[in-house]
């Protein structure tokens, strides 16, 4: 009877434990400034501009003409007027500051009517970070509504994608409106895109928008299907070394694999070329350095364990096979005897 009402109050105790945890949604994380905000299958496209710092308004009174003009937000976010000052209209829809600037100049004039428009944008500053060739901020100037970049775009900006990039998750972070840094993101599957002709993946983007690229875990990419697109660079650069008749710095397509390098290179020497020692040397993005030996076939087909796409930046080393670091060795130690060995016979014959 003991150890079953001992039981039955640790029982009841954790159930009430459980039901007295909070539990801490998205909208309550929402609350901190910092906290990231994930919601998928977002419609970005149908998201309005954000005013900010750089762009004009023009002003149009209709009972107070000497007050119109245009009007540059400053890079506080602030919007010098006249009568009313400075007011904050940093990171609001487009479609609220004309009702902002009414209540404003209501306090200050009788006749507040006004119209209201956007005549010149802010360049659109996108941060593009992960796997991409050429990571960093890109600016692009927008000059007119609904002139803006898209992911493609900005992505071709930045030197394309590479044979390692996730191309189905593809994540654009996005500020949301108001004075705080709550932030919302969307998944984007440019597979989607390139295959399907999905154009709804392919977003506007946004000024302080950050696209993030993250590397696949699939090996078997639709890459053969992809590598054609713009997403990736259609030149780029890698280094042979060794045992090739043309070494050195070589201007291959993209979807180049190992096999088609070394055959561009003037292929292997003739007798030379072990085709099994041949070395794939990468540098990563966060400085760490990639080294594998292959075995390959000229004839092999394109795959990651024995005939892998080259990236920007690959150096391949063609060794020599055994045979010919015999003979190298060889001719390194009987060349200094091939005068006096020729010198001999010439006394021979000369006896």
């Given at each position: ?130 796997e991409v060739n050429k990571p960093g901020i890109y600016t692009f100037q927008s000059g007119q509504e609904n002139d803006f970049p898209t992911i493609v775009s900005a992505l071709e900006e930045a030197g394309g994608v590479n044979v390692d990039t996730n191309l189905r998750e593809i994540k654009v972070i996005r500020r949301l409106p108001g004075i705080g840094q709550e932030r919302k993101i969307a998944n984007i599957d440019l ?161």
């Amino acid at each position: 009877m003991l150890i079953k009402n001992i039981f039955f109050n640790l029982f009841f105790s954790f159930l009430l434990f459980d039901f007295c945890i909070p539990s801490y949604s998205a909208e309550i994380l929402s609350e901190n400034e910092n906290i990231v905000i994930s919601k998928n299958n977002l419609d970005y496209q149908n998201d309005e501009y954000l005013v900010g710092p750089g762009d004009v308004i023009k002003i149009s009174f209709l009972y107070a003409p000497e007050l119109s003009g245009q009007y540059k937000i400053l890079s506080n976010g602030s919007l010098p007027l006249p009568y009313v000052g400075n007011i904050e209209i940093n990171f609001i829809p487009l479609s609220e500051v004309k009702n902002l600037l009414y209540r404003e100049f209501s306090k200050k004039i009788l006749r507040a009517d006004l119209n209201m428009s956007l005549v010149v944008y802010r360049p659109i500053k996108i941060s593009i970070i992960g796997e991409v060739n050429k990571p960093g901020i890109y600016t692009f100037q927008s000059g007119q509504e609904n002139d803006f970049p898209t992911i493609v775009s900005a992505l071709e900006e930045a030197g394309g994608v590479n044979v390692d990039t996730n191309l189905r998750e593809i994540k654009v972070i996005r500020r949301l409106p108001g004075i705080g840094q709550e932030r919302k993101i969307a998944n984007i599957d440019l597979v989607d895109l390139i295959i399907e002709g999905n154009q709804s993946q392919n977003i506007y983007l946004q000024d302080r928008d950050i696209i993030s690229l993250s590397k696949t875990n699939d090996k078997d990419l639709e890459f053969t299907e992809l590598s054609s697109s713009n997403l990736f660079p259609s030149v780029i650069n890698v280094n042979i070394i060794g045992s090739v008749y043309a070494p050195g710095r070589q201007s291959i397509e993209s979807n180049t694999s190992l096999v088609q390098a070394i055959m561009q290179a003037g292929g292997p020497r003739q007798w030379r070329t072990n085709t099994g020692n041949i070395e794939l040397i990468r540098v990563n993005k966060n400085g760490t350095a990639f080294r594998k030996r292959y075995k390959i076939s000229l004839l092999e087909t394109v795959s990651n364990e024995n005939n892998p796409i080259l990236q920007h930046g690959d150096l391949i080393k063609v060794n020599p096979n055994l045979l010919n670091n015999i003979t190298t060795g060889l001719g390194a130690m009987t060349e200094p005897l091939a005068s006096i060995l020729n010198a001999v016979a010439l006394i021979k014959l000369i006896d």
